[in-house]
């Protein structure tokens, strides 16, 4: 149950479901504008944990900070999801990467353009200040064997090496906006005429909390990520009040039905390579190597330091080289009790991605050779995925490009969820344009109602 300092709580303009990236920056924005913004927040108040070094990946069950969800694999496999819990969300424990889409991927999206997204990210930037790091040896040595240039790694970090959270970096508090925590959105309430048709319409007028309680406000926002925000829009698809709305109805039920994650193949560094890594490493991932194989977007990723130097409870292993891909068609799909990654499987991504780890495993044999001989088995291959979800409320097929349901008023989405598929790249700096984005359309369209 949700307390308030003194007497009846005001109705707010905007409640925000989720405190991550996307829920930052979308409280401190309408607060900024004049909105009565409350934030709800399902996991705890992190505010007053020390933040880590960027270099660490606190992904544990011990971590308050962090999640872990149980997904199935390609081939059926129990596969590890971390996500965020409290106030910055995965920002509070992810690898701080900032790569953002590249121009020529953002101008394919529905009602979006090239130069929207920039100005948005330009205002994420001012507050999440990314820092370019030194490339490692490795990855200087890496590109030159390739022959392909390095992308330069930049990082959301502070001076000392802490991650720069983004609650803390755009602090809503300080603009009035109020945070609830351990405050789960169980539903959306709904309300509407029993009509379809032209004449029926549907509105979110707030939430349920897992604990039953109802809130209320003008609008309602959901940036509970990736995969929480779609089970809130299927369960939403279930409402009897949608029952009369089919159209609304098929759109709200599709949501999960074609998320994306990109795939990664990591290769064990070879021992006589170890020398090249950073001593001291800004974050887990600093360069990276793009690389195009058949028309499709990789990147080689040499990774700072081995896992187990950054995850606790990991046992020793080798550190290790990944190569991704970043427009997959293999779809993932989020149900309300199952999430499912590439459930619908594309051969052509294995292929192109084997096709890049040959390239990147006969670049290492190569360096390998060159320092001293390559041991038989040191370049082993692992298959996993990059921790990316995100397209599960895709703009131009669930939402629209201001994060808008069609029929359903009153509701946006501001997440991982409405970037569409084939990125181009991970998904985090473009969690802060596309919520800087709908944050500048909510305040727009509502500046009498949010002026006071």
């Given at each position: 149950?949700?307390?308030?300092?003194?007497?009846?709580?005001?109705?707010p303009d905007v409640i925000i479901v989720g405190?991550?990236?996307?829920?930052?920056?979308?409280?401190?924005?309408?607060?900024?504008?004049?909105?009565?913004?409350?934030?709800?927040?399902?996991?705890?108040?992190?505010?007053?944990?020390?933040?880590?070094?960027?270099?660490?990946?606190?992904?544990?069950?011990?971590?308050?900070?962090?999640?872990?969800?149980?997904?199935?694999?390609?081939?059926?496999?129990?596969?590890?999801?971390?996500?965020?819990?409290?106030?910055?969300?995965?920002?509070?424990?992810?690898?701080?990467?900032?790569?953002?889409?590249?121009?020529?991927?953002?101008?394919?999206?529905?009602?979006?353009?090239?130069?929207?997204?920039?100005?948005?990210?330009?205002?994420?930037?001012?507050?999440?200040?990314?820092?370019?790091?030194?490339?490692?040896?490795?990855?200087?040595?890496?590109?030159?064997?390739?022959?392909?240039?390095?992308?330069?790694?930049?990082?959301?970090?502070?001076?000392?090496?802490?991650?720069?959270?983004?609650?803390?970096?755009?602090?809503?508090?300080?603009?009035?906006?109020?945070?609830?925590?351990?405050?789960?959105?169980?539903?959306?309430?709904?309300?509407?005429?029993?009509?379809?048709?032209?004449?029926?319409?549907?509105?979110?007028?707030?939430?349920?909390?897992?604990?039953?309680?109802?809130?209320?406000?003008?609008e309602v926002v959901l940036a509970a990520g990736?995969?929480?925000?779609?089970?809130?829009?299927?369960?939403?698809?279930?409402?009897?009040?949608?029952?009369?709305?089919?159209?609304?109805?098929?759109?709200?039920?599709?949501?999960?039905?074609?998320?994306?994650?990109?795939?990664?193949?990591l290769l064990d560094l070879p021992g006589s390579?170890?020398?090249?890594?950073?001593?001291?490493?800004?974050?887990?991932?600093?360069?990276?190597?793009?690389?195009?194989?058949?028309?499709?977007?990789?990147?080689?990723?040499?990774?700072?330091?081995?896992?187990?130097?950054?995850?606790?409870?990991?046992?020793?292993?080798?550190?290790?080289?990944?190569?991704?891909?970043?427009?997959?068609?293999?779809?993932?799909?989020?149900?309300?009790?199952?999430?499912?990654?590439?459930?619908?499987?594309?051969?052509?991504?294995?292929?192109?991605?084997?096709?890049?780890?040959?390239?990147?495993?006969?670049?290492?044999?190569?360096?390998?050779?060159?320092?001293?001989?390559?041991?038989?088995?040191?370049?082993?291959?692992?298959?996993?995925?990059?921790?990316?979800?995100?397209?599960?409320?895709?703009?131009?097929?669930?939402?629209?490009?201001?994060?808008?349901?069609?029929?359903?008023?009153?509701?946006?989405?501001?997440?991982?969820?409405?970037?569409?598929?084939?990125?181009?790249?991970?998904?985090?700096?473009?969690?802060?344009?596309?919520?800087?984005?709908?944050?500048?359309?909510?305040?727009?369209?509502?500046?009498?109602?949010?002026?006071?």
């Amino acid at each position: 149950m949700i307390s308030y300092s003194s007497g009846a709580p005001r109705l707010p303009d905007v409640i925000i479901v989720g405190a991550g990236p996307a829920g930052a920056v979308l409280a401190r924005r309408l607060a900024d504008a004049g909105a009565e913004v409350r934030v709800l927040e399902a996991g705890p108040d992190t505010r007053e944990t020390p933040r880590q070094p960027a270099a660490l990946l606190p992904l544990s069950g011990d971590e308050p900070a962090a999640r872990q969800i149980a997904a199935r694999g390609r081939a059926g496999e129990t596969v590890s999801v971390w996500r965020g819990r409290g106030p910055g969300g995965s920002g509070a424990i992810n690898g701080a990467a900032w790569t953002p889409a590249p121009a020529d991927v953002v101008k394919t999206w529905p009602g979006c353009t090239a130069d929207r997204y920039a100005r948005a990210l330009g205002r994420a930037e001012s507050v999440m200040l990314p820092v370019e790091v030194s490339p490692s040896p490795l990855a200087v040595t890496l590109s030159g064997v390739l022959g392909e240039p390095m992308a330069p790694g930049r990082l959301t970090v502070e001076p000392d090496g802490r991650r720069r959270d983004p609650w803390t970096a755009y602090c809503p508090e300080r603009a009035g906006a109020t945070l609830h925590c351990s405050a789960g959105v169980r539903e959306l309430l709904l309300s509407g005429s029993d009509a379809a048709g032209p004449g029926g319409s549907i509105r979110a007028e707030g939430v349920v909390l897992d604990d039953g309680e109802r809130l209320y406000g003008g609008e309602v926002v959901l940036a509970a990520g990736a995969i929480d925000t779609a089970r809130l829009l299927r369960r939403a698809a279930a409402n009897p009040v949608v029952q009369a709305h089919p159209e609304v109805r098929s759109t709200l039920s599709s949501a999960g039905r074609d998320a994306r994650e990109h795939p990664e193949t990591l290769l064990d560094l070879p021992g006589s390579l170890h020398t090249l890594l950073h001593e001291a490493p800004a974050g887990i991932l600093g360069a990276r190597i793009p690389l195009t194989i058949a028309g499709r977007r990789m990147e080689v990723r040499p990774y700072e330091r081995p896992f187990h130097a950054a995850i606790p409870g990991l046992p020793e292993a080798s550190a290790q080289i990944g190569v991704a891909l970043l427009d997959p068609r293999s779809v993932s799909i989020v149900e309300d009790d199952r999430l499912t990654l590439s459930a619908v499987t594309d051969d052509s991504d294995r292929e192109v991605l084997d096709a890049g780890a040959g390239l990147v495993a006969d670049a290492l044999a190569t360096l390998a050779e060159a320092r001293g001989g390559l041991a038989v088995g040191e370049v082993r291959r692992h298959t996993g995925y990059s921790q990316h979800l995100y397209a599960t409320a895709p703009m131009g097929q669930v939402t629209d490009a201001d994060g808008r349901v069609e029929g359903l008023d009153g509701l946006r989405v501001a997440d991982a969820a409405i970037l569409p598929p084939g990125l181009g790249a991970g998904p985090y700096a473009s969690v802060f344009a596309v919520a800087e984005a709908v944050a500048e359309s909510i305040a727009a369209g509502s500046r009498a109602g949010l002026a006071r």
